[in-house]
């Protein structure tokens, strides 16, 4: 099965990395490379929405808290509050709303710098991810890739990661200048969330319930096109990076965490043939695990 899951991957054009694990037997997985370490994206929200939900348990944080973001001072990106052209407010549970199903970076952001960065990376120690690192948030990854292409702006960055006429950035791709993590962490997380192990019952609801509205289907849940089966998931995206983790669910209720981490040869914007690969090579894995 592993060499089918190499197969779709190369297919594709992209290195991949997997873990896929049964929420009811953790001794059966899939794996292919699945403790490489791997920038996030995106999917540094997962560990990001966990910390903040612990806190809120801790009560040093109120979910209900009204906070303002600025058209001038938040984070840029291509959804949620990013866009928007006037002052929002909103409270911090409706901001890990939007962080969380709209990959809402502005939103992201302004959680990070609530909870803090040490405090974080304490919190992850804590939930037992060892090889798992959130560095910063989007603005500083962006800030960052700024200055490795010489531009003046988001937009212009992002451009040249796109453009597979330059060559890319040095640096730009390696786990130790961003945010970073492993399949096999990612599903260890899903798996104690899912088990009520790390929150609350009342916050581990609210993460179930937010995953599963994430509006993005075209990566894992393109394996799994039914219905009855449910996925809760969190993506990442960044140049040729193509990420994403979540649960499967399917309709006898059996449950599986899976971590799908892509680097392509291309930086297109557009890369359908990997977002199908990631729900493809998702399905194989629990073709097995079921």
Not at 44 to 65: H, I, Q, S, T
Not at 81 to 92: E, I, N, Q, W
Request: some cysteine.
């Amino acid at each position: 099965m592993n060499a089918r899951i190499r197969g779709v991957f190369d297919d594709a054009g992209v290195r991949g990395w997997l873990h896929a694990v049964a929420l009811d037997d953790p001794a059966a997985t899939v794996e292919v490379d699945a403790d490489g370490i791997v920038p996030l994206a995106s999917v540094y929200k997962l560990p990001l929405l966990a910390g903040f939900c612990r806190l809120v348990d801790l009560g040093e944080l109120d979910p209900r808290r009204q906070l303002t973001l600025d058209p001038t001072t938040r984070t840029s990106g291509p959804t949620g509050l990013s866009t928007f052209a006037d002052p929002v407010t909103a409270s911090l549970r409706d901001l890990a709303l939007s962080m969380m199903t709209l990959s809402d970076n502005a939103s992201a952001d302004a959680l990070l710098d609530l909870v803090g960065l040490p405090r974080l990376a304490a919190m992850l120690t804590d939930f037992g991810l060892h090889r798992t690192w959130v560095r910063r948030g989007t603005a500083g990854h962006l800030r960052d890739l700024q200055r490795r292409t010489g531009t003046n702006d988001p937009d212009a960055a992002l451009a040249v990661l796109a453009d597979n006429d330059q060559t890319d950035p040095a640096g730009v791709y390696e786990a130790a200048n961003a945010s970073a993590s492993t399949a096999r962490d990612m599903t260890f997380l899903l798996r104690r969330l899912w088990a009520g192990e790390l929150l609350s019952p009342g916050q581990t609801a609210f993460v179930k319930a937010t995953m599963h509205r994430q509006i993005f289907l075209h990566r894992l849940a393109s394996g799994f096109p039914h219905d009855g089966v449910r996925v809760a998931g969190k993506t990442g995206t960044f140049g040729a990076l193509r990420h994403e983790v979540g649960v499967v669910t399917l309709p006898g209720g059996s449950a599986y965490a899976i971590a799908v981490f892509t680097l392509a040869a291309r930086g297109d914007i557009r890369q359908p043939r990997v977002d199908t690969a990631i729900g493809e090579a998702a399905r194989l894995a629990v073709d097995v695990l079921r």
